[in-house]
């Protein structure tokens, strides 16, 4: 039996979206099959090539420990002292980039078709993109980043050999409170605020754009169909697609990274725990399975439960601390903060002739390239949700409302820990490590105990909830765009991610983790460049 | 003995699906039964179709070819799970109830080791279903 239905061309234009005619066929070079008793549906170049280099990646890093971690402790300073400019630019385009379509007339364009209707209220994606997108950095940082600028700005400048050696923001405001709390807000939000929502937003919007008016499948070299033409099911997009799994696996495992060393610090607060690479090891492992569990489960069935639950924590954590803490000086402080950001904003941005150079290139270079990193997995996550929506409405919604929610979590956690500082002249959580903060922070309010051991869990959970979305994202990608490929392969995913999080912390910790966030993340910033001007194309065919 | 069939169908390997579809049919003929061929896709492009509206009415195509070439009553249900890899089975189930069918005819594979793991559709179906299920073996 034949029959029309078995033809997997991508048919005649229908409806009234301007689907883009190309002979490709989705899954046409994927490999269908089984090894031995696993059945799999790969894309072929994409899959083996990324999948041999992470495999080769994780041996080297175990065979030869010393010299990765010399390299890797080489890479980090050498790519942000000589990028740090570009990072700086880019991020500021983008941003600039998605206030331009808010006014322009491509804003009316609806995602979807014209007569598209939204498919899914905003909550529980939300919930979703956030536990993936910033969840655990927004526990690692919430309290050390508004404390390290603090601090750092109130200590003052100092100038040696012509080049600053302090770690403070902008012009420091030496032995100023008041100044110093407003410029460690600024910088922090600065971090967390337009910016990073203004890179996901580019490719969140492009994957939306490409799949739902243009039919093309979902997959990031798809936004580059107005520039490559057929080329893009090449070599051209096997690259891209490429770059976009090797910065999501090392953007999710600097965040497991991270999530590890904090839940492994705060259970030493609380139960003595020792620390150190076994603790770490093993909190990866056990971590990596529930995030098994929660892949094979599925998007409904563990990824959106477990976000949901650790958003509703989160959100019970940061009343309490509202409540219980500081509540007017918080309050008073979000407000503050929130002007201040716009006050230092031109300067915190300027790529160029910048004097902080350890600020600009140790924090905000190493965050552009981070957020740029993630931007592939939490674009996805956020184009599933923007069906229906125009594209005025999408960039408003995507750029401000978390952009608000995370100034309110650094104000609530951050605003919190620094008055403990100036009020009460408490200066454990400035004087702990970055991990340990939020726990010395959470030590000083009521319930500490209780709140400590929900700051762990939030952590754990947090980082199953970006583990296994990670793992989805890299599958559809290296599936070719199909979002139905065999389970098996989503488990390979997700085991390689907690395998490089792990080689990586034993070879050079953090640091080298860091350093492949930013080396990963500077080609994919290239393509993100790329992909706004692919978005004007893309859009100039739209009906408005 | 029967008044409606249930055809699971993977619109992108709908060529696979000959045995089963005309065991279908030819049950449909003999009982005088009505036959719905049900398709799960996601709301993303596929290799089937674009967005699920282009995905109903290629099954609905397909069941309607089905009944040119068999003769028998046919009709077609498209539904829309967001991951599709793992929730098809619990969608397979909630829609044989939804359509009210009695009988389920579907395709599956010569089971293998990893069915342990990862149990076919087919046998799930067969083992939660509260009709009887038919599974043709494809190969």
């Known amino acids: 039996m034949t029959d029309e239905t078995t033809n997997q061309g991508i048919p005649e234009p229908e409806g009234e979206s301007d689907i883009i005619q190309t002979d490709y066929e989705i899954g046409q070079d994927n ?11 790969i894309h072929n170049p994409v899959f083996v090539v990324s999948g041999a280099t992470i495999v080769a990646f994780v041996f080297y890093a175990l065979a030869l420990p010393e010299q990765s971690t010399t390299f890797f402790g080489w890479l980090r300073p050498a ?20 206030l331009f379509l808010i006014v ?12 598209a209707t939204p ?11 956030f536990a993936a997108g910033m969840g655990i950095g927004l ?55 337009l910016h ?34 057929e080329r893009v099911w090449g070599w051209t997009g096997h690259i891209i697609d490429t770059l976009a799994v ?18 492994n610090a705060g259970l030493n607060e609380l139960f003595g725990v020792p620390v150190g690479p076994t603790t770490e090891v093993v909190l990866i492992t056990v971590i990596t399975a529930v995030a098994l569990v929660s892949v094979v489960r599925g998007l409904d069935g563990g990824v959106k439960i477990l976000s949901e639950i650790n958003m509703g924590l989160a959100f019970v954590l940061l009343i309490f601390v509202l409540l219980v803490g500081p509540t007017l000086a918080i309050l008073t402080g979000f407000a503050d903060s929130l002007l201040a950001y716009v006050e230092y904003l031109p300067a915190l941005s300027n790529p160029f002739g910048r004097e902080d150079v350890n600020f600009s290139q140790g924090w905000t270079a190493f965050y552009w390239a981070w957020w740029i990193s993630w931007s592939p997995f939490v674009g996805m996550f956020i184009a599933r949700v923007s069906r229906g929506r125009t594209v005025r409405e999408f960039l408003i919604c995507v750029l401000l409302i978390p952009s608000l929610v995370c100034v309110l979590w650094m104000s609530v956690f951050g605003g919190t820990a620094i008055h403990q500082v100036i009020a009460d002249g408490f200066t454990g959580a400035q004087d702990a490590t970055l991990e340990l903060k939020l726990f010395k922070m959470l030590g000083e309010l009521p319930l500490a105990s209780i709140t400590s051991f929900v700051g762990i869990i939030l952590v754990v959970v947090f980082f199953v909830t970006s583990s296994d979305s990670g793992s989805l994202v890299i599958d559809t990608i290296t599936a070719g765009g199909k979002v139905d490929a065999p389970v098996p392969q989503r488990v390979f995913w997700c085991i390689f991610e907690g395998a490089v999080a792990i080689v990586l912390l034993l070879g050079g910790g953090l640091a080298a983790l860091q350093a492949m966030v930013i080396s990963t993340g500077l080609p994919f910033t290239v393509v993100l460049l790329m992909m706004c001007w692919a978005i004007l194309k893309g859009l100039h065919t739209e009906t408005r | 003995m029967f008044t409606k069939i249930m055809v699971p169908v993977d619109l992108a390997h709908a060529a696979r699906l000959t045995r089963a579809t005309q065991v279908a049919a030819e049950l449909a003929r003999l009982y005088q039964a009505e036959t719905c061929y049900v398709a799960v896709t996601a709301p993303t492009p596929g290799p089937a179709a674009h967005n699920p509206q282009e995905f109903a009415a290629k099954l609905e195509a397909f069941a309607q070819g089905e009944a040119a070439s068999h003769g028998h009553k046919v009709s077609s249900h498209s539904v829309v799970c967001h991951d599709p890899a793992v929730d098809l089975d619990h969608a397979l189930l909630e829609t044989r109830k939804e359509i009210g069918a009695d009988l389920v005819v579907m395709a599956s594979h010569v089971p293998g080791v990893t069915d342990y793991l990862f149990p076919s559709h087919g046998g799930r179906m067969a083992k939660h279903s509260k009709v009887s299920v038919m599974i043709v073996r494809e190969d």
């Open chain 1, 104 to 115: 322009s007339p491509y804003g009316r364009v609806r995602l979807g078709g014209v007569d």
């Open chain 1, 79 to 98: 790519v942000t002292a000589q990028f740090d400019w570009f990072f700086f630019v880019a991020a500021d385009i983008f941003v600039l980039f998605c």
């Open chain 1, 139 to 193: 526990m690692f940082y919430g309290v050390s980043e508004p404390m390290s600028h603090f601090s750092t700005a109130f200590g003052g400048s100092n100038v040696e050999n012509g080049v600053r050696t302090d770690w403070a923001p902008l012009g420091a405001a030496a032995g100023d409170e008041a100044a110093a709390v407003r410029l460690g807000m600024a910088a922090t939000i600065f971090h967390w605020g």
């Open chain 1, 246 to 263: 090797f910065a999501t696996l090392f953007g999710l495992a600097t965040s497991l990274g991270f999530g590890a060393t904090q839940a």
């Open chain 1, 31 to 41: 490999f269908e099959g089984s090894l031995g008793p696993i059945g799999f549906d």
């Open chain 1, 119 to 129: 498919d899914y209220s905003y909550i529980g994606w939300f919930a979703m993109l």
């Open chain 1, 196 to 229: 990073p929502w203004a890179i996901y937003a580019i490719v969140a919007l492009s994957l939306a754009l490409f799949t739902y008016n243009k039919g093309l499948p979902l997959t990031i070299r798809s936004a580059f169909y107005p520039i490559f033409g």
